[in-house]
């Protein structure tokens, strides 16, 4: 091949171009590739920068029926944060039994004058014929010695064989369905008879918000206050008011599965032009605990995503003759602030406003990487969240 187009060839692979190659070859054009960009980068520092390959773990990513734009740029976000060998998994109309492939690096300069850190994508399109080929296809792709973390971005019910084998043999699996997926969805993709290390990337979107009220109830402010909590409402922001946002459900089950809190009954959801309101009742070591989580449509020009708005937990005071309430609220619906107040002879405290922005999607895939697989308020809360799903629809 002319050293011109192989240098083409080069750049493109670079830039995060693919180039389509045979799936029998894709380990040794893999090689030839970083080879000829090793040999470029010895050219002039300015005009080339060295380039550094790094692989911390196999990431095998779903997404055989996604948004692909979407995908496309959380993915880059994510591999920058955390790098690895991303294998894409997308459907065509191919009516053929084959699976076709192509490659690409995905660099970024962590900062001016550093090294070009890159990882590689391999991407892999199978038609509805060749699904069944998939598992074969990623398994020789695996870097040996490292974990293979699976993000599915789909109903795993719809290509449930394929689900079946790649959870089956990875060390983590991340769900990320989108809003209003079906529960039928999020149990199997959440059974820890599949995979015991599998979470929803929803769960990663209450991290700020599990801090700041963890804080009201540590010592030396209060006195047995979260034993004492008999109500808890919880406002989030969607653009679909008339579902239940799983971020608004999963920080209620982690307060109810941390505190040992007893589905009771089932809960009740009123749907109306105005939002949706679900109310819940559970058992408490000292008596019946009220959840109500309110869903309010998204102001017009403001993002769609659902997001937390605001938190309050009553709670009887040690007196036992009046209540005090923990309040944590965003001042308006885009600001990436939550002030914090509370109500009680107990918290000493003032007032007082911080910085919490909303992660976004690919914060949120990150963030599951990089945390512990061990996740006991994950697993207390799975199926309290899954009650209070099934009831909110």
């Not at 030396?220 to 922001?237: E, Y």
């Not at 239940?244 to 982690?254: E, G």
């Not at 036992?320 to 609220?329: D, I, Q």
Request: contains cysteine.
């Amino acid at each position: 091949m002319p050293e011109a187009m192989t240098d083409a060839i080069t750049d493109s692979f670079l830039a995060g171009q693919g180039i389509p190659v045979d799936l029998a070859k894709v380990e040794t054009e893999l090689t030839n590739l970083w080879g000829a960009a090793a040999a470029e980068a010895g050219a002039a520092e300015v005009e080339n920068p060295h380039v550094t390959r790094i692989a911390l773990a196999n990431l095998v990513v779903e997404s055989l029926e996604g948004n692909c734009d979407r995908l496309r740029s959380v993915l880059e976000t994510v591999v920058a944060r955390f790098p690895c060998r991303a294998i894409v998994l997308r459907g065509s109309d191919d009516p053929a039994r084959r699976v076709a492939a192509e490659i690409s690096a995905l660099c970024h300069l962590p900062a001016p004058g550093m090294p070009q850190v890159c990882s590689e994508r391999i991407v892999l399109r199978a038609g509805p014929s060749a699904i069944d080929l998939v598992p074969g296809s990623v398994r020789p792709l695996l870097e040996a010695e490292l974990p293979m973390i699976l993000w599915w971005t789909g109903d795993p019910r719809r290509h449930e064989g394929l689900y079946h084998d790649l959870a089956d043999e990875c060390s983590r699996l991340i769900l990320d369905l989108p809003e209003g997926a079906e529960i039928g969805a999020l149990r199997l993709g959440l059974d820890p008879s599949v995979c015991r290390f599998s979470r929803d990337s929803a769960w990663f979107g209450l991290t700020r918000w599990r801090e700041l009220i963890a804080q009201f109830f540590d010592p030396p402010c209060t006195n047995d206050g979260l034993g004492r909590i008999h109500s808890v409402d919880i406002t989030a922001i969607a653009g679909d008011a008339g579902r239940m946002p799983r971020v608004a459900v999963w920080l209620a089950a982690w307060l109810a599965g941390q505190l040992g809190w007893k589905p009771s009954g089932r809960p009740n959801v009123d749907h109306s032009p105005a939002g949706t309101i679900l109310d819940a009742g559970l058992d408490g070591s000292r008596g019946p605990v009220r959840i109500r989580i309110t869903i309010q449509p998204t102001p017009e020009g403001q993002p769609s995503e659902p997001r937390l708005h605001h938190v309050s937990l009553s709670a009887e005071e040690a007196s036992g003759h009046g209540t005090e309430v923990f309040r944590l609220a965003r001042p308006t619906v885009g600001s990436t602030a939550i002030r914090i107040d509370a109500a009680s002879a107990e918290v000493c405290r003032l007032p007082r406003l911080v910085e919490a922005p909303e992660l976004d999607p690919a914060r949120r895939i990150a963030a599951a990487m990089e945390s512990s697989r061990i996740d006991p308020p994950f697993h207390n809360a799975l199926p309290i969240a899954l009650w209070l799903l099934e009831a909110g629809g």
